[in-house]
């Protein structure tokens, strides 16, 4: 990886300009270093850059990630696809999980998540086109997921996630951020306490952030291609 410190500007600065063009303020947008595939000591670089929130995606990488960073105070978020059998590892080592999306794993999260640790962060994921290959609620099964989030205990509910579909000559993404928007915007309506739209990756920050994104998960232009199995 050449420069940390370079890429890590870029990224805030890419930010700021976003926020500036959409008229918000820069603070409303957090960064989410996503460091699935990349070592344990790129993560440690951006750390030591102030750089404290991370993204993993594949439960035993994680874990191995985080014991070799143990002495950092660091901010973990699992993005990856839940299996009902592993939550208790997420329940006990994230801070945030952002890709719940079945009542099933909500139960299991809460049931499993240590007593006297602070209540995990929880963000709904959205299958925001209805791919049938993709994890995520239904639009339309998003509310009650939250509800329930809302009445389990060790569960802190915090907003939604997506993953829209891919970019191409027929198909722009913007118009996925601009749905996760209205979504976010009438269950805040109805008094569902969110304070997270998590949505824009390397490819797309701008229009996500026009839509409303409160949170941008970028992989790539931090840490570099991944290598093509680690997606
Ligand atoms: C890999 C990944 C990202 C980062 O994508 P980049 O295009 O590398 O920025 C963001 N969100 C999720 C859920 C991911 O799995």
């Given at each position: ?25 820069p603070g ?65 080592r ?12 909500l ?6 998540r ?20 993709k ?21 802190e ?5 997506c993953?829209?579909?891919?970019a ?10 601009a ?8 269950l ?7 304070d ?21 998960r ?14």
């Amino acid at each position: 990886m050449n420069d940390p410190a370079e890429r890590l500007e870029k990224t805030r600065n890419r930010i700021a300009e976003a926020c500036r063009a959409a008229g918000r303020a820069p603070g409303e947008v957090r960064l989410l270093a996503v460091s699935k595939t990349h070592p344990a000591e790129q993560v440690r670089a951006f750390a030591a850059l102030g750089q404290l929130e991370f993204g993993e995606n594949r439960l035993e990488e994680a874990l191995e990630k985080q014991a070799r960073l143990g002495d950092l105070r660091l901010v973990w978020h699992f993005i990856g696809h839940i299996q009902s059998r592993k939550t208790a590892d997420v329940a006990r080592r994230f801070d945030w999980v952002q890709s719940a999306d079945r009542e099933k794993v909500l139960r299991r999260l809460s049931a499993q998540r240590p007593k006297g640790a602070p209540p995990l962060n929880v963000c709904i994921q959205v299958n925001i086109d209805r791919e049938p290959q993709k994890a995520g609620a239904n639009p339309e099964e998003t509310a009650e997921l939250a509800r329930l989030c809302l009445e389990l205990p060790g569960l802190e509910l915090r907003g939604l996630m997506c993953i829209p579909r891919i970019a191409s000559a027929s198909y722009d993404p913007a118009d996925s951020y601009a749905r996760m928007f209205e979504l976010y915007r009438s269950l805040r309506n109805d008094g569902l306490p969110l304070d997270t739209l998590s949505m824009g990756m390397s490819a797309d920050l701008e229009a996500a952030v026009r839509h409303g994104s409160t949170m941008i998960r970028i992989g790539t232009d931090l840490f570099g291609p991944r290598p093509p199995a680690g997606d």
